[in-house]
């Protein structure tokens, strides 16, 4: 995150255009079945993001481990993935320009005690497991998710014109 912040700022003094990106999202399953999908969802939209992907399923063993696989020694692994497979979850691609960063500002720090109100973590969570959210902490790791649970004939590319004439300029 922090090293994505710095990019982002090097961007800036360069004066360079950002380029759009693609961000990994995955509401949790207390997301699921507290009924908030529409409301995160409408978060990311009314922010001027553009939806690319979606779909409910319910995650298998072996597709928790490959998403967090980065985390497979940590102590909570196991409750980690135990969680996100108890029930179904929903699987989003979100486009737009500094996409990683501006998703990980809107879902707010990992442990929801620490998140900001205003942030989805922050209004919609009290604890570190079922925090609510997932979403990509890099272009890399972006890449690396999405294609464990999309095909690319499943992600749309388009243009949303508000978003073009007001936002991606
Ligand atoms: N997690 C946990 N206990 C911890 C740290 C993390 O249960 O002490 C869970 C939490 O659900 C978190 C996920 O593991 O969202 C992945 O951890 P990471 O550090 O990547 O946080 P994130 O990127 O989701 O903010
Ligand atoms: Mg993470």
């Given at each position: 995150?922090?090293?994505?912040?710095r990019?982002?700022?090097?961007?800036k003094v360069?004066g360079?255009q950002?380029?759009k990106?693609?961000?990994?999202v995955?509401?949790?399953?207390e997301s699921?079945?507290?009924g908030?999908?529409?409301?995160?969802i409408?978060?990311?939209?009314?922010?001027?993001?553009t939806?690319a992907a979606?779909?409910l399923v319910?995650l298998?063993?072996?597709q928790?481990?490959?998403?967090?696989?980065i985390?497979?020694?940590k102590?909570?692994?196991?409750?980690?993935?135990?969680?996100?497979?108890s029930?179904?979850?929903f699987l989003m691609?979100?486009?737009?320009?500094?996409?990683?960063?501006?998703?990980?500002n809107?879902?707010?720090?990992?442990?929801?005690?620490?998140?900001a109100?205003?942030?989805i973590?922050?209004?919609?969570?009290?604890?570190?497991?079922?925090n609510a959210?997932?979403?990509?902490?890099?272009?890399?790791?972006a890449?690396?998710?999405?294609?464990?649970f999309?095909?690319?004939?499943?992600?749309?590319?388009?243009?949303?014109?508000?978003?073009?004439?007001f936002?991606?300029?």
């Open positions: 995150m922090d090293r994505l912040l990019e982002e700022g090097t961007r360069a360079l950002a380029e990106q693609q961000a990994f995955l509401l949790k399953p699921v079945v507290r908030l999908i529409g409301e995160i409408t978060r990311f939209e009314r922010k001027g993001l939806l979606a779909k319910r298998t063993d072996d928790a481990h490959q998403l967090y696989s985390h497979s020694t102590p909570f692994f196991q409750d980690l993935i135990s969680h996100i497979t029930s179904p979850v691609v979100w486009e737009g320009p500094n996409v990683i960063a501006i998703t990980r809107m879902v707010g720090a990992t442990n929801p005690m620490n998140a109100p205003g942030s973590r922050g209004d919609f969570a009290v604890n570190v497991t079922p959210i997932h979403a990509s902490d890099s272009i890399e790791n890449k690396r998710e999405l294609s464990i999309f095909t690319p004939a499943e992600i749309c590319s388009y243009v949303k014109p508000t978003e073009q004439q936002l991606l300029k």
